[in-house]
DNA sequence: GTTATTTGACCGGG
DNA sequence: CCCGGTCAAATAAC
């Protein structure tokens, strides 16, 4: 159900090739939506920034009701559902861009942490984080977040797919308590007793234009770029 | 009570 | 079979 990429099509019949076209389409008309609203920018006064956003959730529901008739199709035909954990569709190379900065910052977005992973000759975990919205809106935004580097400490993000939900409290910190402070344990595995949490207090919350346009021009690619601009200090407490 | 995080299990690509 | 990405039960936080 969370995958809406032509790799859930594959190896079906010719009715469900087209289907596969029409999601190929739909996906093309959301990801050029979603690059107009983002040179419309965040300012919520246009009227044509509503109007884009009604376009991309219309887009993303079509997405989903295509997707879940062909989900529907296949377990009529043979294959009991799995119900097994950990049974997922692994997504395909997607787009994907990736920023490093010295300190963890927060990027305006309400994330859902699900996962970390000690990786091979990295001396810090990989985390884990999916848009909170992945269900209530069917957002396929992630990130990871890896402390790539200690003395200095450089942390490097990878961000995977553009944000499809609407996420103006997120932004603009409208939130009553929900996303505000954001709170992250990264590396508790290392910890001794005292609590490593600490508060986030984002300036970049103030700040409409959290990313450059450039971002958002690229597809199925990987670039990176510098992150200077959005400063929290004394973030972690690392031992 | 609800919602978020932790963490070992599980899956699948290479 | 190994590694890394994801799931989901248990647990924590609220």
Same mark, same amino acid.
């Given at each position: 159900m969370q995958e809406a990429s032509s790799s859930s099509f594959a190896g079906l019949g010719p009715d469900n090739q087209q289907k596969a076209l029409v999601a190929r389409e739909l996906k093309r008309g959301r990801v050029t939506a979603h690059r107009l609203r983002h040179i419309l920018g965040?300012? !919520?006064?246009?009227p044509a920034q509503g109007l884009v956003d009604e376009i991309l959730d219309s887009f993303t529901r079509s997405i989903s009701i295509l997707c879940e008739s062909d989900e529907l199709s296949q377990a009529d035909?043979?294959?009991?559902r799995k119900e097994k954990r950990g049974c997922y569709k692994r997504r395909k190379s997607s787009e994907t861009w990736i920023k490093e900065s010295a300190t963890l910052f927060d990027d305006g977005h309400a994330w859902r942490k699900y996962g970390q992973k000690v990786i091979l000759n990295a001396k810090h975990p990989r985390n884990y984080f999916r848009c909170t919205?992945?269900?209530? !809106?069917?957002c396929r935004a992630s990130k990871q977040v890896q402390?790539? !580097?200690?003395? #200095?400490p450089l942390y490097r993000t990878t961000y995977q797919d553009q944000h499809t939900c609407t996420h103006i409290n997120a932004v603009f910190n409208l939130?009553? !308590?929900?996303?505000?402070p954001i709170i992250w344990n990264f590396e508790?595995?290392?910890?001794?007793?005292?609590?490593k949490r600490v508060n986030i207090e984002s #300036?970049?919350?103030?700040?409409?234009?959290?990313?450059? #346009?450039?971002?958002?021009?690229?597809?199925?690619s990987t670039h990176t770029m510098d992150m200077d601009m959005y400063v929290l200090d004394d973030f972690l407490d690392f031992s």
């Open positions: 965040d300012d !919520q006064i246009l035909s043979k294959k009991p919205h992945k269900f209530d !809106q069917g402390k790539i !580097q200690d003395d #200095p939130s009553p !308590q929900k996303d505000s508790q595995e290392y910890g001794g007793e005292e609590d #300036p970049a919350y103030l700040d409409g234009n959290l990313f450059s #346009p450039d971002v958002y021009s690229c597809s199925a």
